[in-house]
């Protein structure tokens, strides 16, 4: 089976701007988790959807969003950028449990100038 | 709330020395699963083992092994005989029914294998 793919795999933008980044899991797979990576906070867990339903939420602000398509695919969004917002992007899924192990796409660089 | 420490920021050694990472967590539920994860510089997060709560027998698989102990806390991972293509981030992570199905993952420990 493909593994999890992430597009695009590196993105600048500047502060204010809005920005989308797309993640298709695992064939079979119905959960999609995203989480944030920075060297400061370390890996942080953003959302998951299931079922096309964002089945949990991270401890972050509005401006982080995010949906999923009948297909699975996944999408997230962030508006207006920040500088703080520059981190390594990871799309994860897993077919659905809670014990199913999560395998993780290559990620999206995100540059916010 | 859930937590998960790895104590060991660096670590570098020389090929062919056996290497072990740490890994302590917290949680209050009974039902959980730890997982280890590998980071090479090319970013993407590398699935090594799970572990559920129920079962402590630790693991071998080729040079990895992991030794689960629930009376510590702990779910360590051995690397014997290094090799520089072992060079990564290792990341250990737990998820819980009540940790609202979130990985909660450690900080991670920078190994370098030395040639």
């Known amino acids: 089976k493909a593994g999890v793919t992430q597009t695009p795999r590196y993105l600048i933008k500047t502060r204010g701007q809005q920005v989308t980044l797309s993640c298709s899991p695992i064939s079979g797979h119905r959960s999609v988790s995203w989480y944030q990576q920075t060297p400061g906070q370390g890996l942080q867990f953003l959302f998951e959807y299931f079922s096309e339903t964002q089945r949990n939420k991270g401890n972050f602000p509005g401006r982080f969003s995010g949906r999923q398509f009948s297909n699975s695919r996944s999408e997230m969004n962030v508006s207006t950028l920040e500088l703080g917002d520059s981190a390594l992007y990871l799309c994860?899924?897993?077919?659905?449990?809670?014990?199913?192990?999560?395998?993780f796409g290559p990620g999206t660089r995100l540059l916010v100038l | 709330a859930q937590k998960v420490t790895q104590a060991q920021t660096e670590i570098s050694v020389v090929e062919k020395e056996d290497v072990t990472l740490d890994c302590v967590y917290e949680t209050r539920d009974t039902t959980y699963y730890l997982f280890w994860y590998k980071q090479p510089p090319s970013g993407e997060l590398v699935f090594l083992i799970r572990r559920n709560s129920f079962d402590e027998q630790n693991e071998i698989s080729g040079r990895y092994s992991w030794n689960f102990q629930k009376s510590t806390s702990s779910f360590n991972f051995t690397i014997t005989a290094s090799q520089v293509v072992d060079s990564a981030v290792y990341f250990c992570a737990l998820i819980s029914s009540g940790s609202a199905r979130q990985l909660t993952f450690g900080s991670g420990t920078q190994l370098t294998v030395l040639p």
């Open positions: 994860a899924s897993r077919p659905g449990g809670l014990q199913e192990t999560q395998y």
